[in-house]
């Protein structure tokens, strides 16, 4: 399974946009990018996936470069309520693997 | 439609006492998996179950065993409760592939072995 690398926190205030970078050197062909959202005291919810390139859904943006040794998860204007632990996962098959996650903290 | 649903939500056990989580999902999904999160860290597998049943161990499978006897329902055991198993567990479900099609998450069962 490849490993992923993000940072730990990070802070916005609302309104601006928030990217949050993952790396995963050793991504296999067959894997697939996927972030996952968790609010406290709740599971973790799928945000959006991707293989290459850019997909984009009414919640975020993902971007993949075409080495696709790195992607990153765009939040346009974020507000106060997405406020929560950003998971990057990366693989192929039934058992996702989840690392420590990127904490986000939107301030007013 | 209530997608998954755990039970108990809450739970407080002596060291040694057994117990048994319920998984419950409405979505006719194939796949079900236990996963446990301790403070300020990511999930890990316990044990997954890619049908009626069947079973199979994951990351951190000691001290629990689990059980499908219906597509439906996916249960987590304790059979002698331990300290170190004071966490929160989620149960998660998927139609297939849960990297293409990701999963549906519980809300979680918090449990304190005292």
């Known amino acids: 399974l490849a490993k992923t690398t993000q940072p730990i926190s990070m802070d916005s205030y609302e309104g601006q946009e928030v990217n949050i970078t993952c790396s995963h050197n050793?991504?296999?062909?067959?894997?697939?990018i996927t972030w996952y959202q968790q609010f406290p005291s709740q599971g973790p919810r799928f945000i959006i996936q991707?293989?290459?390139t850019k997909v984009t859904n009414e919640v975020a943006s993902l971007f993949i470069p075409a080495d696709r040794k790195s992607s990153t998860l765009s939040l346009p204007r974020v507000s106060l309520s997405d406020t929560a632990v950003y998971y990057c996962?990366?693989?192929?098959?039934?058992?996702?693997?989840f690392g420590g996650g990127t904490r986000l903290m939107v301030k007013p | 439609n209530a997608g998954v649903t755990q039970t108990p939500k809450f739970r407080v056990l002596k060291t040694g006492q057994s117990m048994t989580l319920l998984c419950a999902q409405d979505?006719?999904?194939?796949?079900m998996y236990w996963y446990r999160q301790d403070p300020g860290m990511g999930l890990r597998l316990i044990h997954y179950?890619?049908?009626?049943?069947?079973?199979a161990k994951g990351e951190v499978p000691d001290g629990y065993n689990v059980s499908r006897l219906k597509k439906q329902n996916f249960l987590l055991g304790l059979e002698s409760a331990a300290p170190s198993q004071t966490s929160v567990y989620f149960c998660?479900?998927?139609?297939?592939?849960?990297?293409?099609?990701?999963?549906?998450f519980g809300s979680g069962t918090r449990l304190t072995v005292v």
């Open positions: 998660a479900s998927s139609v297939g592939d849960s990297y293409y099609y990701g999963y549906t």
């Open positions: 179950s890619v049908g009626e049943g069947t079973t």
């Open positions: 996962l990366v693989g192929a098959g039934n058992m996702l693997t």
């Open positions: 979505m006719n999904h194939e796949y």
């Open positions: 991707g293989y290459k």
């Open positions: 050793n991504i296999a062909t067959n894997d697939y």
